[in-house]
Every structure is written in structure tokens, then in C-alpha cells.
């Protein structure tokens, strides 16, 4: 397989990686102006406007936006429908992760200065949230967990989860993941204009705080155009998986580690980094091996020559200042004291720490989110959690002598600034 092969040692490494690492997560003007058009028709005309879409887009045959709501009722026979071997598996899942996002929930907290001043931090969680889940033939369950529960958890009393279900066509897995992470209401509609109405609210769904959950470009782009009304949580790019190895780990592993990205798309992004030339080797031989087996072969092929690559580092420090350039959204350390080494990693959505930790783990029931920054936004970016439906206030309660002080401050600073309302406001507190 031809997989571009790229060295430390080279003249044009740096400029190399970054030609590997550009994605353009812009959308063309074509799908501006049709998200555009899409938004602003839903925001006019709303529950008309989202059947009218959903019939046209989705090929379904709705009247009215009561047939395109899924009952609570039709949420639990999913649950009970489905294997025992997979509603044990939800459960387990979404156990794990409630107990991580339960580590994470912001707390208030105050505290009172000697003239009695109170000054401190309320955290209130948000009223209401909307999920996007891609649904049709797409299975993503393990979605509706990782966004739904640490909204929950953070104390969302409603939260509003959208699915497309092209010509009727449902996936009980998430209908039952809905029901166990405690969804509220569900929707059968889905693209730019399920985007809109959670942004702008209709006559039949409420506006939300707040849309989460991946999708396709025009999901992407309406989420990104709606951002100012509502809060989003990423404009995320391709999947990407980043495995720094110091050659001791079984060349099997690391290669299926490498496909486990491959396979979600031909845009996704799968690249390994160690100093040991000969593993690097073994790897590629892994790889022309177990692809023969994969049902999803052709994908994982197209992905891995167009951008994936193997880099050959000088010694570990080489290799970890190269992670933390990427700041990839999956960081394998298949390395001897991960722990240690993870410590010198400041950049990457999640860390998966040594030989024994598939990055797949992550993306099911590890615990910790699989919603994380990707196309090297993780410099600046942290992955989704309770704290993203959260939101703080800050709490000031002077006291008269509190007033007085800070009133000649502020007073000084404003008169500064030309602002003599300000000024004069806190100085009618100032005591004589």
C-alpha cells in the first residue's frame, strides 16, 4: 500500500506534516446558500417549512409535525426489543460514562472579604439542549450516550434529540440509547433544517440553549451559522487517530489501531510516529495483512494513501513534540511509562495510555467523551463534557463599607475612561 512515509530528518519535514495535516473544513458556497435558504424559510415559516424539508429530503410523507414525533412509549419498546447482549452493553456504557461526567459537574462557590463584600460564582445548568444524531442505515448510539448523559447530569431539565429517519427507516440501537440516557422528546427529522428549529424554536419544538452531536456538511455548516443564537458544541472535521509507539507493541495491534480511524471515511486521518525504522516497517507489513480481512477494506485504503502517513522520529522526545504540532483528537502512547509521557503531551483531545488502550475503548465505554476537538483545534479546545451545558455567573454583594472602597476605585478608573455616569454611580456610594 502506498502510505506516505515522512522523516524528522528531512529538509521539508515541517512543511511536509503541515500539507499532510491541511483540512478545509469550509463549505463551498453552494452549501452556504442552501443552508442559508434552509434556516431562513424554517425561521419564517417553522413546523410548515421542517415538513416540507423532511418530506422533500428524507422522502418521508408527513402532515404534520405530530407524525414526526417520536413517543416516549416508541423509545422503550426499542429498549426492550433489542438483545439482551446489546441493551446490556448500553447499559454498561452509559453507566461508565454517567460516573466520569459526574467527576466533571462545576460546582458554585462564594467566599466573603473582611468589610463582608461577597463575591463568587453561581453555575446554573442550561433550560434546554438539542441532539443531532445522523440516523437512516447510520448506527450511533454510542452518540446519543457521550451527548445526552453529561446533560443530564449537569442538570438540563429538557433535552430535545433530532434523528432523520429517511423513508421511514428507524435504527432501534439509538431509539434505545435515547431511552436509557433519559432523552426527552425525539424528532424524526434531520439536515440543516432540524439544525433550525432547535436554533429558532417552531410552533411544535422549543428553541434550545444549546445543538450538540456531529452530522454531515450541511449539518456542520447550519451549526455553524446558527452559533451566536444558540451555543454549539464544535464545528468537528474528519476522525483522526494519532499512535506514537517506541516499536514494542505487537505491529498487529497498532495497524488495526491505525484501520480503526481509517474506517469511518476516506477523509479520516490515521498516522504513526516512532523512532524504530524496522517497526515501522512491520507495521506496513500489518497492514497489507489484516486489510484483506476488513469488510470495510476499500474505505480504510483510501483513507491511509490519502492521508494517512508513517513518520519516522529521531527518539521519543522527537516523537512527543510532534504529537503535541498535531494535537491530534485520539493520541495512542503505545510506549513504556505512558503515564509519564502523557505528561508531556499539552495538546490532544484524549490520551490513551499504554500498550493494552485501543483508542476503540474511548469510543464506546471507556467512560470519558468520544466527542473531541479535531483538526488540530485540541491546541485551544477540550473534548465535550458536563461543564459545555453549564453555564456560570458571577456573584457580587457589596457591603456599605465594600461600596465605599471599591467606589473610590472604580470612580478614578472611569473618570479615565470619559465614562462620568460610571463614576458618578459608584461615587454616590462612597461614604463621607
Given at each position: 500500500m502506498?502510505?506516505?512515509?515522512?522523516?524528522?530528518?528531512?529538509?521539508?519535514?515541517?512543511?511536509?506534516?503541515?500539507?499532510?495535516?491541511?483540512?478545509?473544513?469550509?463549505?463551498?458556497?453552494?452549501?452556504?446558500?442552501?443552508?442559508?435558504?434552509?434556516?431562513?424559510d424554517?425561521?419564517?415559516?417553522?413546523?410548515?417549512?421542517?415538513i416540507?424539508?423532511?418530506?422533500?429530503?428524507?422522502?418521508?410523507?408527513a402532515?404534520?409535525?405530530?407524525?414526526?414525533?417520536?413517543?416516549?412509549?416508541?423509545?422503550?419498546?426499542a429498549?426492550?426489543?433489542?438483545?439482551?447482549?446489546?441493551?446490556?452493553?448500553?447499559?454498561?456504557?452509559?453507566?461508565?460514562?454517567?460516573?466520569?461526567?459526574?467527576?466533571?459537574?462545576?460546582?458554585?462557590?462564594?467566599?466573603?472579604?473582611?468589610?463582608?463584600?461577597?463575591?463568587g460564582?453561581?453555575?446554573?445548568?442550561?433550560?434546554?439542549?438539542?441532539?443531532?444524531v445522523?440516523?437512516?442505515?447510520?448506527?450511533?448510539?454510542?452518540?446519543?450516550?457521550?451527548?445526552?448523559?453529561?446533560?443530564?447530569?449537569?442538570?438540563?431539565?429538557?433535552?430535545?434529540?433530532?434523528?432523520?429517519?429517511?423513508?421511514?427507516?428507524?435504527?432501534?440501537?439509538?431509539?434505545?440509547?435515547?431511552?436509557?440516557?433519559?432523552?426527552?422528546?425525539?424528532?424524526?427529522?434531520?439536515?440543516?433544517?432540524?439544525?433550525?428549529?432547535?436554533?429558532?424554536?417552531?410552533?411544535?419544538?422549543?428553541?434550545?440553549?444549546?445543538?450538540?452531536?456531529?452530522?454531515?456538511?450541511?449539518?456542520?455548516?447550519?451549526?455553524?451559522?446558527?452559533?451566536?443564537?444558540?451555543?454549539?458544541?464544535?464545528?468537528?472535521?474528519?476522525?483522526?487517530?494519532?499512535?506514537?509507539?517506541?516499536?514494542?507493541?505487537?505491529?498487529?495491534?497498532?495497524?488495526?489501531?491505525?484501520?480503526?480511524?481509517?474506517?469511518?471515511d476516506?477523509?479520516?486521518q490515521?498516522?504513526l510516529?516512532?523512532?524504530?525504522?524496522?517497526?515501522?516497517?512491520?507495521?506496513?507489513?500489518?497492514i497489507?495483512?489484516?486489510?484483506?480481512?476488513?469488510?470495510?477494506?476499500?474505505?480504510?485504503?483510501?483513507?491511509?494513501?490519502?492521508?494517512?502517513?508513517?513518520?519516522?522520529?529521531n527518539?521519543?522526545?522527537?516523537?512527543?513534540k510532534?504529537?503535541?504540532y498535531?494535537?491530534?483528537?485520539?493520541?495512542?502512547?503505545?510506549?513504556?511509562?505512558?503515564?509519564?509521557?502523557?505528561?508531556?503531551?499539552?495538546?490532544?483531545?484524549?490520551?490513551?495510555?499504554?500498550?493494552?488502550?485501543?483508542?476503540?475503548?474511548?469510543?464506546?465505554?471507556?467512560?470519558?467523551?468520544?466527542?473531541?476537538?479535531?483538526?488540530?483545534?485540541?491546541?485551544?479546545?477540550s473534548?465535550?463534557?458536563?461543564?459545555?451545558?453549564?453555564k456560570?455567573?458571577?456573584?457580587?454583594?457589596?457591603?456599605?463599607?465594600?461600596?465605599?472602597?471599591?467606589?473610590?476605585?472604580?470612580?478614578?478608573?472611569?473618570?479615565?475612561?470619559?465614562?462620568?455616569?460610571?463614576?458618578?454611580?459608584?461615587?454616590?456610594?462612597?461614604?463621607?
Open positions: 502506498n502510505i506516505q512515509k515522512l522523516n524528522t530528518n528531512d529538509n521539508d519535514f515541517w512543511s511536509a506534516l503541515d500539507e499532510l495535516l491541511a483540512w478545509d473544513s469550509v463549505s463551498d458556497q453552494s452549501v452556504f446558500d442552501t443552508v442559508n435558504g434552509i434556516l431562513m424554517v425561521k419564517k415559516r417553522g413546523d410548515e417549512a421542517v416540507d424539508y423532511t418530506n422533500q429530503f428524507d422522502h418521508m410523507d402532515s404534520s409535525m405530530q407524525e414526526l414525533e417520536i413517543p416516549s412509549e416508541r423509545l422503550q419498546q429498549l426492550e426489543n433489542i438483545s439482551t447482549e446489546q441493551r446490556e452493553a448500553l447499559e454498561k456504557a452509559a453507566e461508565r460514562v454517567k460516573r466520569y461526567a459526574e467527576h466533571q459537574k462545576l460546582e458554585s462557590w462564594s467566599y466573603t472579604e473582611a468589610d463582608g463584600t461577597v463575591l460564582q453561581q453555575v446554573s445548568p442550561l433550560d434546554r439542549a438539542g441532539l443531532y445522523p440516523g437512516g442505515k447510520a448506527a450511533y448510539p454510542s452518540s446519543v450516550l457521550m451527548n445526552a448523559i453529561p446533560a443530564k447530569v449537569a442538570g438540563v431539565p429538557e433535552l430535545i434529540m433530532v434523528v432523520p429517519t429517511p423513508a421511514g427507516e428507524v435504527n432501534e440501537l439509538v431509539f434505545a440509547a435515547a431511552a436509557i440516557a433519559g432523552v426527552d422528546r425525539v424528532f424524526a427529522i434531520g439536515g440543516a433544517q432540524a439544525v433550525a428549529a432547535l436554533a429558532y424554536g417552531t410552533e411544535t419544538i422549543p428553541q434550545v440553549d444549546k445543538v450538540v452531536g456531529p452530522g454531515n456538511i450541511y449539518v456542520a455548516t447550519a451549526k455553524r451559522m446558527v452559533y451566536g443564537t444558540v451555543g454549539i458544541d464544535m464545528i468537528a472535521g474528519p476522525s483522526e487517530i494519532l499512535v506514537v509507539c517506541d516499536g514494542k507493541t505487537n505491529p498487529d495491534w497498532i495497524a488495526m489501531d491505525l484501520f480503526s480511524q481509517a474506517e469511518h476516506e477523509d479520516a490515521s498516522i510516529v516512532s523512532p524504530d525504522a524496522n517497526f515501522i516497517e512491520q507495521v506496513l507489513n500489518s497489507e495483512k489484516l486489510i484483506k480481512d476488513m469488510p470495510r477494506a476499500e474505505i480504510i485504503r483510501a483513507s491511509l494513501q490519502a492521508r494517512g502517513a508513517l513518520i519516522q522520529a527518539d521519543m522526545n522527537d516523537a512527543v510532534i504529537a503535541n498535531i494535537a491530534p483528537e485520539h493520541l495512542e502512547l503505545s510506549v513504556e511509562n505512558a503515564e509519564e509521557v502523557a505528561k508531556q503531551i499539552r495538546h490532544a483531545g484524549a490520551i490513551f495510555m499504554g500498550r493494552y488502550t485501543a483508542e476503540a475503548l474511548g469510543d464506546y465505554c471507556a467512560g470519558p467523551n468520544h466527542v473531541l476537538p479535531t483538526s488540530r483545534t485540541a491546541r485551544f479546545s473534548p465535550l463534557g458536563v461543564y459545555d451545558f453549564q456560570r455567573s458571577s456573584l457580587i454583594g457589596c457591603s456599605a463599607d465594600g461600596a465605599s472602597e471599591l467606589g473610590k476605585i472604580a470612580s478614578v478608573l472611569a473618570h479615565g475612561e470619559g465614562l462620568t455616569a460610571h463614576a458618578r454611580s459608584a461615587e454616590y456610594r462612597i461614604k463621607e
